[in-house]
């Protein structure tokens, strides 16, 4: 991005495409991490004199406007942010955008509506992607990939669109790229991974990868229950994925033969229901051992001897990667072994990098200080397969850039 901006962006109409998909409640944003991330590109582009145009997809609606998954409340965050008025389009390519873009003068910063309000952002079709991707180039001249959360995405503005104009990565790709490669090449050891998050479908593919390269795998959240499934133990009423059991089950064989050691929960903090995350009304949750789980009971939480046990497998590593929380964090009385994590992380010497936008989110939610880790990337399902060794269709549309 600096190369564009040395050859002059002065009065050129740039299109960011950034990942403002930030949580919402009731409109609110409930975590900010993802805007605060996307200003400095878009600071400097303004203050190079461009037009800046950013454009971002929020939630999942299906191709159709949808006013709860409305940009407008990250349009204003963005402003106070930038210390600037966003002018923001009420449409992606339609006439609020045109006109907006082009009322806009140099400095200035549009921001359209949710690019997943077409159906062609999205699409599996090459043809209806690519004709979207024609209506978005129409609005600018250069383009700036900087949405890494989204890099995992074969969208429109993600894939085809850098195709279509003259392109370039933004600060923020750079930045999680720079430190993921940190973590693929020469990783200083003991590297520990700890990963969470309710399903292990999601890991499968990190976790198969990761057992060429990991030291130590330690496992919490929902996903956690599949694995104590496979190693025997019953679960209770706990969320269980019954048809990865098996799957699991080989990981673990392979990570004996590996000397990889897998670091199972060996208690848990668990109730008769989930709790309720709206009135957080007091859970009462009882301490039990992963071997006698009771029938009616379900884990929320891994426990007290597990929080411990985590925290010193964390203390000699000198790599940590995390990704997913250890339980329902949201409720106050399943908040201790997320924070427990995070503690351990923070207490070790280690490089620390926290991924996914839950993970990112819990450790602001339960007031650590985010500057306090090695890095906290934008990106879950995109730094997951970025350590897959996966091709990102957004990273390899900007190579030749
Ligand atoms: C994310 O939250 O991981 C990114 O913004 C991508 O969102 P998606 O999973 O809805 O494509």
Same mark, same amino acid.
């Given at each position: 991005?600096?190369?564009?901006?040395?050859?002059?962006?002065?009065?050129?109409?740039?299109?960011?495409?950034?990942?403002?998909?930030?949580p919402?409640?009731?409109?609110?944003?409930?975590?900010?991490?993802?805007?605060?991330?996307?200003?400095?590109?878009?600071?400097?582009?303004?203050?190079?004199?461009?037009?800046?145009?950013?454009?971002?997809?929020?939630?999942?609606?299906?191709?159709?406007?949808?006013?709860?998954?409305?940009?407008?409340?990250?349009?204003?965050?963005?402003?106070?942010?930038?210390?600037?008025?966003?002018?923001?389009?009420?449409?992606?390519?339609?006439?609020?955008?045109?006109?907006?873009?082009?009322?806009?003068?140099?400095?200035?910063?549009?921001?359209?509506?949710?690019?997943?309000?077409?159906a062609?952002?999205?699409?599996k079709?090459?043809?209806?992607?690519?004709?979207?991707?024609?209506?978005?180039?129409?609005?600018?001249?250069?383009?700036?990939?900087?949405?890494?959360g989204?890099?995992?995405?074969?969208?429109?503005?993600?894939?085809?669109?850098?195709?279509?104009?003259?392109?370039?990565?933004?600060?923020?790709?750079?930045?999680?790229?720079?430190?993921?490669?940190?973590?693929?090449?020469?990783?200083g050891?003991?590297?520990?991974?700890?990963?969470? $998050?309710?399903?292990? &479908? #999601?890991?499968?593919? =990190?976790?198969?990868?990761?057992?060429?390269? @990991?030291?130590?795998? !330690?496992? /919490?959240?929902?996903?956690?229950?599949?694995?104590?499934?496979?190693?025997?133990?019953?679960?209770?009423?706990?969320?269980?994925?019954?048809?990865?059991?098996?799957?699991?089950?080989?990981?673990?064989?392979?990570?004996?033969?590996?000397?990889v050691?897998?670091?199972?929960?060996?208690?848990?903090?668990?109730?008769?229901?989930?709790?309720?995350?709206?009135?957080k009304?007091?859970?009462?949750?009882?301490?039990?051992?992963?071997?006698?789980?009771?029938?009616?009971?379900?884990?929320?939480?891994?426990?007290?001897?597990?929080?411990?046990?985590?925290?010193?497998?964390?203390?000699?590593?000198?790599?940590?990667?995390?990704?997913?929380?250890?339980?329902?964090?949201?409720?106050?009385?399943?908040?201790?072994?997320?924070?427990?994590?995070?503690? $351990?992380?923070?207490? &070790? #010497?280690?490089?620390? =990098?926290?991924?996914?936008?839950?993970s990112? @989110?819990?450790?602001? !939610?339960? /007031?650590?200080?985010?500057?306090?880790?090695?890095?906290?990337?934008?990106?879950?399902?995109?730094?997951?397969?970025?350590?897959?060794?996966?091709?990102?269709?957004?990273?390899?549309?900007?190579?030749?850039?």
């Amino acid at each position: 991005i600096d190369e564009l901006i040395g050859e002059g962006v002065a009065g050129k109409r740039v299109f960011v495409r950034a990942d403002l998909n930030v949580p919402l409640d009731a409109g609110a944003i409930t975590d900010d991490g993802r805007i605060r991330a996307a200003v400095p590109t878009i600071r400097k582009l303004s203050e190079g004199g461009a037009r800046v145009v950013v454009a971002s997809h929020l939630g999942r609606p299906k191709g159709a406007p949808d006013p709860q998954f409305s940009l407008a409340p990250v349009a204003k965050r963005l402003g106070e942010l930038l210390g600037k008025d966003v002018a923001f389009a009420s449409d992606t390519v339609g006439d609020s955008a045109r006109s907006t873009v082009e009322a806009s003068s140099g400095g200035g910063v549009t921001l359209l509506e949710n690019l997943r309000f077409n159906a062609g952002e999205t699409s599996k079709d090459d043809a209806e992607r690519g004709a979207f991707a024609g209506e978005l180039a129409a609005l600018a001249d250069l383009y700036v990939g900087d949405g890494f959360g989204a890099v995992h995405r074969k969208h429109a503005s993600v894939y085809d669109l850098p195709a279509r104009l003259p392109h370039a990565a933004g600060g923020l790709i750079a930045t999680e790229v720079g430190v993921l490669k940190k973590l693929t090449e020469d990783v200083g050891r003991p590297y520990a991974v700890v990963l969470g $998050g309710a399903k292990v &479908s #999601d890991k499968l593919g =990190v976790i198969d990868h990761l057992l060429e390269k @990991a030291d130590r795998i !330690l496992i /919490g959240g929902g996903m956690a229950y599949t694995f104590l499934k496979a190693q025997g133990h019953e679960v209770g009423s706990s969320l269980l994925q019954e048809d990865q059991v098996s799957v699991v089950q080989g990981y673990l064989e392979r990570a004996e033969k590996l000397g990889v050691e897998f670091v199972l929960p060996v208690d848990v903090l668990a109730a008769e229901s989930f709790p309720d995350l709206k009135t957080k009304a007091p859970a009462k949750p009882q301490t039990v051992a992963v071997d006698a789980i009771p029938a009616e009971l379900m884990g929320l939480d891994i426990g007290p001897r597990t929080r411990e046990l985590y925290a010193s497998k964390l203390a000699d590593a000198a790599t940590v990667f995390w990704n997913g929380p250890m339980g329902v964090f949201e409720h106050p009385d399943y908040a201790e072994g997320t924070s427990a994590v995070a503690r $351990g992380l923070l207490d &070790s #010497d280690a490089f620390t =990098v926290v991924g996914g936008g839950d993970s990112a @989110a819990a450790v602001r !939610l339960l /007031g650590f200080d985010e500057n306090a880790f090695g890095h906290i990337s934008t990106g879950g399902g995109a730094s997951l397969e970025y350590l897959e060794g996966k091709t990102l269709p957004g990273l390899a549309a900007l190579e030749d850039s």
